[in-house]
């Protein structure tokens, strides 16, 4: 823009002077302007242009007008030239910065396998293959242990709660066989006959053939029956299950009392006191031992403080 103003001051410049000059040849009475010519401002400039009427050039004038145009456009295309020039070349320097840092890159890393390589060839492994086989033989070998320990866990969680249900089902087994002979004890204390009392221990026996208290129980419905030397059997039986049974020795002196047994009566009943004292009262109104009343050590052991 500034080049196109000056031109366009230098076509004024050219006007002015074309104009004084015809106006000198057809006034040459008029002298001279001794003043100093002043040049015009941009403003000036631009407001002339405005107020034109007519076209300020002359072909001459067109030529040079052009050959500034095409000079303008000539340099413009060279700055475009240089422009992309300046561009292409900063895409190439990044592209190859780019490429030898990738090929930087690449070469660390076979530099760092290397390394590793030798690390391992040093320690032992020879190759990479050896390393994958080493690490899956480790693997396998931890694998194994703790299928194994697991295994073992398992198996004994396994016996124990085999133990433990053998075990609740034993105990159920046994308050179902507690409830059933719970149930033929209150049968025996209801029944008022000896024949029917044998019976229902016979089936106590027969359920839990350690009864004690069965036994006993037993002998002493065997004595009403008048069967002592049963009695007795059953005594001794039930005191090869139980020494210390008190009811036993009490029912074997019954026993031989009735056999008319004294001395082993006396000294039968005497190991039953010796384990229930309360078993004084008893002997003294038994009728089984009513044939001992006037025997006098069992008046001794009776009458004894």
Known sequence: ?????????????????????TSKSQSPQKAPNTSSTKEPTQEQLTQTVDQLKEPLYSPFIERYVLDELKQLRSE?????????????????????????YATNTVTYFFYLIAAASSILVLIGWTSIREMRERVMTLADEEISKLVRHYEERLQNIEKQLKRETEHIEQNREEIALNREIQALWLRAGQETSPTHKI?????????????????TYKADAVLELQEPQWAANLCHQALGIDPENSHAFYQLGCAYASMDQFDEAVQYLKEAMARRES???????DQALKPLKDYKPFQDLVSRS
């Open 1 to 21: 823009m500034p080049r196109i103003l000056a031109l366009i001051a230098a076509l004024l410049a050219c006007q002015a002077g074309m104009a004084a000059d």
């Open 279 to 285: 078993y004084r009262e008893d002997m003294m109104n």
């Open 76 to 100: 413009m295309a060279a700055q475009r030239v240089e422009m992309t020039r300046q561009i292409v070349d900063r895409e190439h320097s990044a592209i190859d910065r780019a490429v030898s």
């Open 199 to 215: 019976e229902i221990y016979d089936d106590i026996i027969k359920r839990r053939s350690t009864d004690v208290e069965a036994l």
